[in-house]
């Protein structure tokens, strides 16, 4: 059943947290009665809200509910039934406790009076000593009207911070983590299909927090409301947009004191804050929380597996029984018009695959699959691939190797990046393929990755330089007469017929070559080795337009 505490910043500011009789009772004041509770013992943390004195035979009509009656036992009735209909007349009123002072009239409370206390649940306190119950009604109504001012100051406290939020346009993440530093408690934001999309965390783990969520989040009742319920006793409240509740906030309880108004105030304003950063930030939420799943994953930031399988689990990925495959889509300067990621992820969802899709720089996207054992993944990736140069038609598509554990993922993102970084743009796909993988990365397309390493640079003007300045100097094409003879592997005479020459003039032009290079062009080693450096060159090259390399 879920409870409906008074909400905060609606007509009046939050009631304070009023003291408990067991905060009462340790007082100064009353503790020199010699205060003993007869019944009621587990009674003692309810609230005190105000101290009533009263001799009157019935003095329930006089009370609101939440009073300390305290009386010298004179007004008692004599006979049994007459002190339980007192009795009752407190409790149905809900005061939270009876003190009869043992030194005018009784020295022992009456038996009546207990068993009726007893039976009502009434909490009965018995004092020694003579007390002066002015001095306890003045020194607890400063203890209450106390708390109330502080309890005002912490509310106010709570609506600048949040303002301060909202002014400078925070996201939803600052918001939700400001609510679990003021609150001392774990909060989480969810969607509608009990998808966790974000999770501060405090006190506890993200795994703690997380764990078996969307079970847990339904059980918890349907958070139309801002209120404590569940098995477990969340609190939690609505998150609108537009009008329409899209969300819900969900505070956990801890160790320690139960919820109050003042967690109430923090949820609620939460709440509001959220609602004016989704009119700021017009990226989806669900996106965001996507994209840093992704990010944890592909970065290694997770503290531990059970922590990456509770964050993943909670936005609706299976985790276990599977196997993950990384994709990464490189949409190119161009871009992809509006929302690639709601696309490629509803694509992915109409072909029954769940996954995880979002930004990890920008114009490159990161999917994640989660596959069943025996599903074969290269059909999900044509898929995907094929969506995305319709989306981007100049888009490069990576794919990375599958992996067995959801933790080891980075390997399959740093593996699917890999084969972005080999692939220049215009790369011809493979055919009947939509995407590249690492088995198509060859020697050009390696050192297509390395291009800006100085030392590959390095490495080709020293075996290439003094050819490269001879034809600068002469106007001759040396270069180009060696790149034919290493492109046909050694064979003069197919690089004769390539480059239009003679045989006579080609050995000539190979011996002027190997007299510039110092270097033995029957060598197989040293042809790989000027091949390499060539085509280095021929990389760099390459956004130059046509070479005659």
Not at 110 to 135: H, I, K, M, S, Y
Not at 334 to 348: F, K, N, V, Y
Request: hydrophobic residues 40%; contains cysteine; proline residues 7%.
């Amino acid at each position: 059943m879920t409870v409906h505490p008074p909400s905060a910043g609606r007509d009046s500011a939050p009631a304070a947290r009023a003291p408990t009789l067991a905060d009462v009772l340790a007082l100064p004041v009353l503790a020199a009665g010699q205060p003993q509770v007869v019944t009621g013992l587990t009674a003692l943390d309810r609230p005190v809200r105000w101290v009533h004195i009263t001799e009157l035979t019935d003095p329930a009509s006089f009370l609101k509910g939440g009073e300390l009656v305290l009386t010298t036992g004179m007004p008692l009735p004599e006979d049994a039934a007459g002190v339980r209909r007192y009795v009752d007349e407190l409790t149905e009123v809900g005061a939270a406790a009876l003190v009869i002072e043992l030194v005018r009239r009784y020295h022992r409370p009456p038996d009546a009076l207990v068993q009726a206390c007893r039976a009502r649940g009434l909490p009965l306190v018995t004092l020694a000593r003579d007390v002066n119950f002015l001095e306890v009604t003045q020194v607890v109504h400063a203890l209450i009207l106390g708390n109330q001012a502080d309890a005002m100051r912490r509310t106010q406290r709570i609506h600048e911070a949040f303002t301060a939020l909202t002014l400078r346009g925070a996201g939803p993440e600052d918001v939700v983590r400001a609510a679990a530093e003021m609150s001392g408690r774990t909060v989480v934001l969810e969607n509608l299909v009990h998808q966790a999309l974000i999770c501060e965390p405090s006190g506890s783990t993200v795994e703690q927090a997380l764990g078996d969520w969307e079970q847990r989040s339904r059980a918890a009742g349907p958070g139309d409301h801002t209120g404590v319920g569940g098995p477990e006793g969340w609190l939690t409240a609505p998150v609108s947009y537009q009008g329409e509740r899209w969300g819900r906030l969900a505070m956990l309880p801890a160790d320690g004191p139960v919820f109050g108004p003042e967690h109430v105030t923090v949820l609620e304003r939460t709440a509001m804050a959220l609602t004016v950063a989704r009119l700021i930030h017009s990226t989806p939420w669900e996106h965001t929380a996507h994209r840093t799943a992704l990010r944890e994953l592909a970065e290694q930031r997770h503290h531990s597996a059970e922590h990456v399988r509770a964050r993943c689990a909670a936005l609706g990925l299976p985790t276990e029984a599977g196997v993950f495959l990384a994709v990464l889509v490189d949409l190119g300067p161009g871009g992809a018009g509006a929302e690639p990621e709601t696309r490629l992820h509803r694509e992915l969802r109409s072909a029954g695959v769940p996954a995880l899709v979002g930004e990890l720089s920008p114009r490159r996207l990161g999917v994640l699959l989660a596959l069943r054992p025996a599903q074969p993944w290269r059909p999900v990736a044509e898929r995907l691939g094929r969506t995305a140069l319709a989306l981007a038609p100049g888009a490069i598509v990576g794919v990375g190797s599958e992996v067995a554990e959801l933790a080891d993922s980075a390997r399959s993102f740093r593996e699917a990046a890999r084969v972005i970084e080999a692939t220049p743009p215009g790369q011809p796909l493979p055919a009947d393929r939509s995407f590249h993988e690492l088995p198509d990365i060859g020697l050009r397309r390696l050192l297509y990755a390395l291009r800006e390493d100085t030392r590959i640079q390095d490495y080709a003007e020293r075996r290439l330089g003094r050819i490269i300045d001879h034809d600068t100097r002469h106007g001759t094409d040396l270069l180009a007469t060696l790149g034919h003879y290493l492109d046909a592997a050694g064979n003069k005479t197919t690089a004769a017929r390539r480059g239009g020459l003679s045989r006579e003039t080609l050995y000539q032009r190979l011996r002027t070559v190997e007299r510039l290079l110092d270097t033995d062009l029957e060598s197989g080693e040293r042809r790989t080795e000027l091949h390499v450096a060539l085509t280095v060159l021929r990389v760099l090259r390459a956004d130059r337009g046509p070479h005659p390399l």
